[in-house]
């Protein structure tokens, strides 16, 4: 049973930056695509970045490319979202997913929520204008 637990949430200012944090436990990193999704108070759940077992592969949403970027470190069973220019519209909890097998499918199929098995249980990330 793969356990996933996120950090590094908080309160920034438009502009400001923060790293999130996923640490795993009870399996293999690099057996895993992890990614990362956000739900804004009262909308529905979205992908944001996605990364393949090994990190050669990542894929982003429209609305955050070129400003996040998803990493990971299979040595310590961590995957992280450096966030940059944080905007308002930013404004969610944000959910780390592990996908058993680190087959990479293409960006579209790791961005559909439901191709996930493993959630944590999510960090809030409130940006102020």
């Known amino acids: 049973q793969v356990q996933l637990v996120e950090s590094g949430g908080g309160l920034v200012q438009a502009g400001g930056s923060l790293r999130l944090s996923c640490a795993a436990s009870g399996g293999t990193g690099s057996n895993y695509v992890m990614g990362w999704f956000r739900q804004p108070l009262g909308k529905e759940r979205e992908f944001v970045a996605a990364?393949?077992?090994?990190?050669?592969?990542?894929y982003y949403a429209d609305s955050v490319k070129g400003r996040f970027t998803i990493s990971r470190d299979n040595a310590k069973n961590t995957v992280y979202l450096q966030m940059n220019s944080l905007k308002p519209e930013d404004t969610a909890v944000y959910y780390c997913?592990?996908?058993?097998?680190?087959?990479?499918?293409?960006?579209?199929?790791?961005?559909?929520?439901?191709?996930?098995?493993?959630w944590g249980q999510g960090t809030q990330v409130t940006v102020s204008s």
């Open positions: 997913a592990a996908r058993e097998g680190g087959v990479w499918y293409g960006g579209r199929f790791h961005s559909y929520d439901y191709n996930y098995k493993y």
């Open positions: 990364i393949s077992g090994r990190g050669g592969s990542t």
